[in-house]
């Protein structure tokens, strides 16, 4: 078995072969199914657990505390602690609620992630998933996650939750639209939607810095679509923990609220992994023109490296936003998206067809 | 066209002040000046708390084991929980003035919420808050404390 930290196609392939060896075909595709959704639902948990510590401790830092660090070294352990005290709760659920659907909410949340997830190229070979379209079934996928924040606030049978889901599902909608045009302008410069062809276009060069100004602004525009859209940072009004009760899922308990609560940070992972696969290059380390031995060096750092380094340094950012910025009024909001973001935006679009038709990105 | 131009200044001016605030707080995150978190347990014997922290009621006393409170019974007025009781008694002095001196200040620090009442309307400043916070005991009887030392006596310099 060929095993290479820089290029994982042959050891897939060697594992395909391996499995081909043994069983028949349609086994083979099922066992394949089975390790790699796995390996997915692993992931999912583990680095979603990773990231609630994360936050806890970056939003503790900056004010000036230590965060969570007595369970296990720096406190590394303290949300697998947090998670066994959620799964000991009661599940509650409440008097005359849509009992189906009340169920359902936090399995449409969390699997419209868990789908996004399985797209995105983490480095060479290792992709579960490469359609043609990746870009557009992404934006796709993470609608979905609306359908169940509307679901759960219209079982619950509490006027609070609706009025939260409702606001949350507005809010949602409303930023789709400028996370959809951003990608499109990176759509524009690849000229594809395949997300391993966005990555490779990016071998001699970020889009961010191969597109100019108008990818600069796209990529601006998408951070702070995709806060929005995950109804975190200074967006977060649809929740707002320090006034409100937490919105749609104020009737949800133990492990269905942990599911929500898990989504929403792997929302955050997602579009921080995707400003990254679009805008900073995915996998491909950093080059510079014709400086060798600088990118000889930068070649040297594994793919998988480069990919979760550029994630985590976006995800600092968009976490640096929730805990420095104040937040914002629901019309400071939509004044936000539909008299900036957006006008901006199709310039924006318009500019990089420009730019794109008279050959001036490299 | 002034308009136009405001728009623009508007977003210059408006992401200008949001990366001030991003480099404060990214400032705070890389170096950190001063860390607030006290590491309780570990740090018991070194921590300090600070001049306003209310612990509990104390009456300080001086080296002669003489306190200042007269006993008039104010602070056991203002208490809006009834956690203060001043039991006094009448004592002659050598002239043959008949004064009143406190027998027990009793305090019951179960019923306090450290409002500070007491405190702040003694007339002659005779309690304080004290900085101890581990109150924690097994029999509530305990926390019914009595804040006069035994054998003190009335200051000789505070007037009623």
């Known amino acids: 078995m060929k095993f290479s930290i820089y290029d994982f196609s042959s050891f897939t392939q060697s594992i395909h072969e391996l499995l081909t060896g043994v069983m028949s075909p349609t086994w083979v595709f099922i066992t394949e199914l089975a390790i790699v959704g796995l ?18 401790r970056v939003c503790a830092f900056i004010q000036n505390r230590l965060g969570p660090n007595r369970v296990g070294p720096q406190g590394i352990f303290q949300t697998i602690a947090d998670l066994i005290k959620l799964l000991f709760k009661e599940l509650f659920v409440v008097k005359n609620a ?4 009340f169920n359902l909410a936090p399995f449409v949340v969390i699997i419209a992630s868990l789908m996004a997830i399985g797209a995105l190229p983490y480095a060479k070979g290792l992709q579960a998933l490469d359609f043609n379209i990746g870009l557009f079934y992404i934006i796709a996928v993470t609608s979905l996650g609306v359908v169940g924040i509307l679901l759960a606030g219209w ?8 009025l939260g889901a409702m606001r949350s599902g507005a809010q949602i909608i409303s930023y789709e639209l400028s996370v959809g045009l951003s990608l499109l302008a990176i759509i524009i410069f690849a000229g594809s939607m395949q997300l391993s062809v966005i990555v490779e276009s990016q071998a001699n060069g970020w889009w961010i810095f191969k597109g100019h100004i108008p990818a600069f ?3 601006v525009i998408f951070l702070i679509a995709a806060t929005a859209e995950t109804n975190r940072g200074p967006f977060d009004l649809a929740e707002a923990e320090s006034e409100l009760t937490a919105g749609f899922h104020t009737e949800y308990t133990g492990i269905r609220f942990a599911f929500f609560f898990l989504a929403e940070y792997m929302n955050m992972f997602l579009a921080a992994a995707l400003a990254t696969t679009v805008f900073l290059g995915g996998w491909m380390p950093l080059h510079f023109g014709n400086f060798e031995t ?20 976006v995800i600092y950012i968009i976490m640096l936003f929730k805990w420095t910025f104040p937040r914002l009024r629901i019309d400071q909001l939509l004044t936000l998206e539909w008299k900036y973001l957006l006008p901006i935006n199709l310039v924006n679009i318009v500019l990089i067809a420009f730019l794109v038709l008279m050959g001036w990105h490299f | 066209m002034n308009a136009f131009f405001n728009y623009f200044s508007e977003i210059g001016h408006g992401i200008g002040t949001l990366l001030k605030g991003m480099r404060v707080t990214s400032g705070y995150f890389f170096r950190p000046r001063e860390i607030i978190t006290q590491k309780y347990p570990e740090n018991r014997a070194t921590l300090k708390m600070f001049d306003q922290f209310k612990g509990e009621v104390v009456m300080p006393h001086d080296k002669n084991n003489n306190h200042r409170c007269t006993g008039c019974g104010i ?8 956690s203060i009781q001043i039991l006094t008694r009448k004592e002659t002095t050598p002239e043959g003035k008949s004064v009143r001196v406190i027998d027990k200040h009793i305090y019951h620090l179960s019923m306090c919420t450290f409002c500070g009442l007491c405190v702040k309307t003694c007339p002659s400043d005779a309690l304080a808050f004290g900085q101890t916070f581990e109150h924690a005991v097994f029999d509530r009887q305990k926390l019914t404390k009595v804040l006069n030392k035994p054998g003190s006596s009335l200051k000789k310099d505070v007037k009623e």
Not at chain 1, 45 to 56: D, I, N, P, S, T
Not at chain 1, 98 to 101: A, P, R, S, T
Not at chain 1, 294 to 313: A, L
């Open chain 1, 217 to 219: 602004i796209a990529f």
């Open chain 1, 155 to 162: 079982s619950s049978n509490s006027k609070y939750s609706l």
């Open chain 1, 294 to 313: 600088f990118n000889r060096i930068m070649d040297f750092v594994p793919p998988i490296v480069w990919f979760f380094g550029k994630t985590f340094v």
């Open chain 2, 75 to 82: 602070c056991e007025n203002n208490c809006p929980n009834g």
């Open chain 1, 39 to 56: 390996i997915f639902l692993l992931f999912y948990a583990v680095l979603g657990l990773f990231l609630v510590y994360l936050e806890r």
């Open chain 1, 98 to 101: 849509d009992k189906f659907l």
